[in-house]
């Protein structure tokens, strides 16, 4: 099903990846001088484009990073009825320290991020001051946004009352270039540490992408980033700078559409997806585990193994669009309901839409105690109105509610449940077992890394 690679060999040079329009003409040898293979402007942008690919593939964006954290929250809202057993356990917190998806998932990333310090420390080559800021910028960016992903994943929730000196995940900034740099004693940074240097990197991100649309992507992040830390003004200030100054809007007219009209209005940051290169039509991809119809050949599409779960289904207010139109029945490998958001084999997957900013703008206003850019009402009953549901005065648990229903199935929920301090089925929010263990073949290569608990 899927290709796996010790950490310490990804984190060689490896550019030579299919979808690159371009690749980097390198010498295939294990021992590659990076200022042999990065001397030109076209070969840094080339390199950059080869982290963006990882981004795209099953193991991050692709699949996994919008997958896992909602298989892994799955209580009463996702059902798991697929052959894979590495899916089945996280789904059913049975995870061993050598479960595929947790293991493939942590060395994509860290390759994504040795790809961004390699574009980052071979900028001396690019002489046009303006270029050099974007791939500057967009290099942190990809870097910033893995160690967010890796630290929500692999280690205990931030928690905005704590010292969060508990262990998060290493960080690594200096460039493995050659097999002479690969290091086996990288240590664990705290959980701090490793949220300390995202925002550096999303911050210095957003200056350097100043010019360019790009920011927001960061923009949207960094709003993640503060609500998961709890610091609400920061994020509400951020959503708000979103919502008022982006060229990003709400599609009124339909919940569909964001995900099926490539880089729509709402799609801030989005993965492309086409019929050359997606992340997987049988095996892997977001649609090939949540579709479910059959086609207009007569053939089925989608293995249907993650379902809506009933329960969950059945939460939705009545004539609520995001339960009639975005949830349908199955008619094809399973019966049963299934969400209409991954549908498409080649539709764009928005990683970051306009829509979580009114729900960051609108709950932090509500904790808070402000009306920054819109009173916690406006934002939630703009959402409920396209919904087709009626105005109501919010409290926190509404907002919340709100927020699941509008990102439902997109990789939000065992990280909210988690801030929020909720447990998920019998599991408190803090339990080791919905935290990923670090993969095993890097426990046994590297003496400095220390298991998290109970693996």
Request: hydrophobic share 35%; with cysteine; proline share 3%.
């Amino acid at each position: 099903m899927k290709n796996y690679k010790n950490i310490l060999a990804a984190f060689l040079i490896v550019f030579s990846i299919s979808s690159c329009k371009k690749q980097l003409e390198i010498d295939p040898k294990q021992n590659i001088d990076a200022s042999v293979a990065l001397n030109t402007t076209a070969d840094v942008q080339n390199a950059l484009t080869g982290a963006y690919t990882f981004l795209a593939t099953g193991d991050l964006y692709g699949t996994n990073l919008v997958f896992l954290p909602d298989i892994y929250a799955s209580d009463n809202y996702l059902t798991w009825r697929g052959s894979f057993t590495t899916y089945r356990n996280i789904a059913n917190k049975a995870i061993v320290s050598n479960n595929a998806d947790a293991t493939r998932t942590w060395i994509t990333a860290y390759s994504t991020i040795n790809t961004a310090n390699i574009v980052l420390s071979a900028l001396n080559v690019v002489s046009d001051a303006d270029t050099k800021s974007v791939i500057e910028g967009k290099a942190l960016f990809i870097r910033g946004i893995m160690h967010f992903e890796l630290v929500r994943l692999y280690a205990l929730p931030y928690d905005a009352a704590g010292s969060n000196t508990n262990l998060g995940v290493p960080i690594v900034t200096k460039a493995v270039k050659t097999i002479d740099n690969v290091t086996n004693n990288v240590a664990r940074n705290t959980v701090s540490e490793v949220y300390i240097a995202v925002e550096n990197d999303l911050k210095s991100a957003i200056t350097k992408l100043a010019a360019v649309n790009d920011q927001y992507a960061a923009k949207a992040f960094l709003a993640r980033v503060y609500l998961q830390e709890g610091k609400y003004s920061l994020a509400r200030d951020m959503a708000n700078d979103i919502i008022t100054n982006s060229p990003y809007t709400l599609i009124t007219n339909s919940l569909e559409a964001p995900f099926r009209t490539k880089n729509s209005s709402e799609g801030i940051f989005e993965i492309k997806q086409n019929e050359q290169s997606n992340a997987g039509t049988s095996n892997d991809g977001l649609a090939t585990f949540y579709a479910s119809y059959r086609n207009s050949t007569g053939g089925d599409v989608g293995r249907a193994d993650a379902l809506v779960n009933t329960t969950f289904y059945n939460s939705f207010e009545t004539d609520d669009k995001r339960q009639t139109e975005m949830i349908y029945e199955g008619t094809g490998a399973r019966t049963g309901y299934f969400t209409k958001k991954w549908y498409s084999f080649y539709d764009n997957i928005p990683v970051c839409r306009v829509t979580e900013q009114y729900l960051i703008r609108a709950e932090c206003n509500f904790r808070l105690g402000t009306t920054i850019g819109a009173t916690p009402a406006s934002d939630i009953n703009t959402l409920r109105t396209r919904a087709g549901l009626g105005n109501v005065v919010p409290t926190l648990a509404i907002i919340l509610n709100e927020r699941e229903k509008e990102l439902d199935y997109e990789g939000f929920r065992l990280h909210d449940y988690k801030r929020t301090k909720r447990s998920i089925g019998t599991y408190v929010y803090n339990d080791p077992k919905l935290v990923f263990p670090i993969p095993d073949r890097e426990i046994n290569v590297n003496k400095s890394l220390k298991q998290n608990p109970g693996y």
